[in-house]
């Protein structure tokens, strides 16, 4: 039963844009070329490959720009797997009144629904303008299955959310978040619960680069020399410690790149 629910996964988190997204080299609001990719639209079968390509043709991106409304759902969950794979940082938008970077469509300045699974995918995550619901199974797979057929189905869907999510270091209860608003509504998270369980360096990463500059670490409370392992990002600062934590997070998203690149071409 569960393996004949799998292929309901394909038509979840649909909006109303039925393009699929674009994906392409990102560039700055003034139009300069950005060392990253840009996510923008409606996530729809076939973005995964499309991303792979873009990644594969520009192999210093290190970086995703997100504006996205949603889309399809098993297509986020592999191309999410694939941004974590390949160790990219991921920005979401801070206002929806104010682009990070040039897009096409304005109103697509968001990352609402299955975009917040890629955004949960970044190693190094920015961005405040983030949504969550529960997926929906269309009307017409209700109808086809029933009742008991569409209760098991989103069983299945749970799992596999609930699954991704903790897969990706996100607390349990934005889970909770998703999986208990409906498909109807949006659940808008705060600045507040953004900045402290999610915006950062996750801590694989950050525990990674937080040792390799213990050295330098001037002594003081173990809490916030972790939690400014979390924050270093690519931005420069005066602090030499930061500044030693930002080289590393680069050269270890420079290795997790390379190495998820070279498995990407044999498989080709």
């Not at 996530?43 to 995964?48: C, F, L």
Request: one cysteine or more; aromatic letters at 6%; a neutral charge.
């Amino acid at each position: 039963m569960r393996q004949s629910l799998l292929f309901i996964l394909v038509g979840l988190f649909l909006v109303a844009d039925l393009e699929a997204a674009d994906i392409r080299l990102a560039r700055s609001l003034s139009g300069a070329p950005l060392p990253g990719i840009t996510i923008e639209g409606a996530i729809a079968p076939g973005d995964y490959q499309k991303l792979v390509d873009v990644a594969l043709a520009n192999r210093e991106a290190h970086t995703v720009w997100l504006a996205s409304a949603g889309g399809n759902l098993s297509e986020a969950l592999r191309m999410g797997r694939l941004i974590r794979n390949l160790g990219f940082s991921v920005w979401a938008p801070f206002s929806k009144a104010e682009p990070l970077v040039a897009l096409k469509n304005p109103a697509h300045n968001t990352c609402s629904s299955s975009c917040f699974l890629l955004y949960a995918a970044g190693v190094s995550r920015r961005g405040l303008v983030l949504g969550l619901h529960r997926p929906s199974l269309p009307a017409d797979e209700h109808f086809s299955l029933g009742l008991d057929g569409a209760v098991a189905a989103h069983r299945v869907i749970d799992k596999a959310v609930a699954g991704y999510l903790e897969e990706m270091g996100v607390p349990s209860k934005y889970t909770s978040v998703m999986l208990s608003t409906n498909a109807s509504d949006m659940a808008w998270l705060s600045p507040e619960d953004i900045n402290k369980d999610l915006d950062g360096v996750i801590p694989e990463f950050a525990e990674k680069c937080r040792d390799a500059c213990q050295a330098r670490t001037p002594p003081g409370n173990a809490a916030a020399r972790r939690q400014q392992a979390l924050g270093a990002a690519h931005e420069a600062t005066d602090t030499p410690n930061v500044n030693c934590m930002s080289q590393r997070l680069k050269e270890l998203q420079e290795e997790r790149r390379h190495g998820a690149l070279e498995r990407l071409l044999q498989e080709r």
